[in-house]
């Protein structure tokens, strides 16, 4: 199995692979979003209790479930490089925290502007919201300290350590709602038994996460894709790709 | 399994572990502080300061809503079904604002004079589907026949 892992992630397998699978990703992303959107907008009844104004979620929901999904998978990313020094993985992991800072980003962004109206506050300093925040700062130090570190043995055992410290924020995010009081509302789609949502709008959000997984999964594509060739540059193969595209 | 390979498992699973531990008793020790409100209940046995800005959450208890005329001002009573702190608010409430309806008061705690409000948010729950009680989910009628 691990021979298997190996084949696949060798720099010259995995760059083949993202070239071949990217525009696959990016257009069903695309489809995914149109029709999302014209299930979110229009299919969509409004709420019993917000009205027009929960559309909101079909954006918010899927934006935090990535921002936690980014850094699961920046972890273990992390950790693969470091235990079996794995180049792909490295590269995942590099790829992943600014994308994931993105996503965190666009959670708060959403979440104020749907709080404003529902809960009468941009803002709450409740355990929720807060560890969100901290989410965002944990990403930016990630990318900070990845950049200020040079590319050896040492710093990816920095980096492995790192995330993993942070990583233990991810289960507070997910459970503060049920472990403190907040202004925040518990889960509504990853709990245990039925989702709280009507049919007639279960549809829109699936749709809306399908469409921001595949592309996020599109995202680090292309950045894998530009990380491998500059890591690659000096290699044959390398040469001849670039040899045959001019 | 190589020597070095399974000292660096060690270390991620050493991090990860302490990691975990140091965030539970950061967290254990902090668990009061954390809340954003006191439930009335909760208040009455902190009993803050009258100058200490204070949260207060749960639920608008039915039947108690008095609106004075010609002004903003408005009383309520704040209940988690334990205990209810009468709530002195004047300025516009939230839209979702009505009986039964959780929420959240930013003001002082005046003791026996009750909670004077400064702010008032309202909280929403997970549940979301189209007005109309026929499609709610079995379980949350239950809870409407329940109140």
Not at chain 1, 68 to 82: D, G, I, P, R
């Amino acid at each position: 199995m691990w021979s298997w892992i190996h084949r696949l992630g060798a720099p010259k397998r995995s760059f083949f692979l993202c070239r071949r699978y990217r525009p696959w990703f990016g257009c069903l992303s695309f489809a995914l979003f149109a029709f999302g959107l014209y299930e979110a907008l229009w299919v969509a009844p409004p709420d019993y209790q917000q009205g027009e104004v929960y559309r909101v979620l079909f954006i918010h929901v899927p934006c935090a479930v990535l921002s936690l999904a980014c850094y699961m998978v920046m972890t273990l990313s992390e950790v693969f490089a470091y235990i079996w020094s794995l180049t792909i993985a490295g590269i995942i992991a590099r790829v992943l925290a600014p994308l994931g800072l993105l996503f965190t980003g666009l959670t708060l962004i959403t979440g104020s502007l749907w709080g404003r109206p529902t809960w009468g506050t941009y803002w709450i300093w409740d355990a929720r919201l807060t560890s969100e925040l901290i989410l965002g700062f944990i990403y930016l130090g990630v990318i900070g300290l990845r950049s200020a570190l040079p590319k050896t043995t040492q710093a990816q055992r920095i980096m492995a350590v790192l995330t993993c410290i942070g990583a233990v924020n991810i289960p507070i995010i997910h459970y503060s709602v049920q472990w403190w009081h907040t202004l925040h509302q518990g889960a509504t789609l990853l709990r245990w038994g039925t989702p709280q949502m009507d049919v007639s709008m279960l549809p829109a959000l699936l749709l809306c996460l399908g469409a921001f997984i595949t592309f996020a999964i599109w995202w680090a594509m292309s950045e894998c894709e530009r990380e491998l060739l500059l890591l690659k540059r000096d290699t044959q193969w390398v040469k001849e790709w670039l040899e045959r595209r001019v | 399994m190589s020597v070095s390979r399974q000292r660096r498992i060690r270390v991620i699973v050493i991090v990860f572990v302490a990691a975990i531990a140091i965030t539970a008793l950061a967290l254990t020790a902090l668990r009061h502080n954390i809340n954003v409100y006191y439930t009335p209940h909760e208040l009455v046995k902190a009993d803050p300061s009258t100058t200490q800005l204070t949260r207060l959450g749960g639920w608008v208890m039915p039947g108690t809503v008095k609106h004075m005329s010609k002004s903003t001002e408005v009383f309520f009573r704040v209940t988690d079904h334990l205990a209810s702190v009468e709530v002195q608010y004047s300025g516009l409430l939230p839209s979702l604002f009505r009986e039964n309806q959780g929420i959240v008061v930013v003001g002082y705690w005046m003791k026996s004079k009750g909670f004077r409000a400064t702010q008032v948010l309202a909280k929403h729950d997970a549940n979301y589907h189209p007005p109309g009680i026929s499609t709610l989910p079995a379980s949350e009628k239950e809870n409407l026949n329940a109140r």
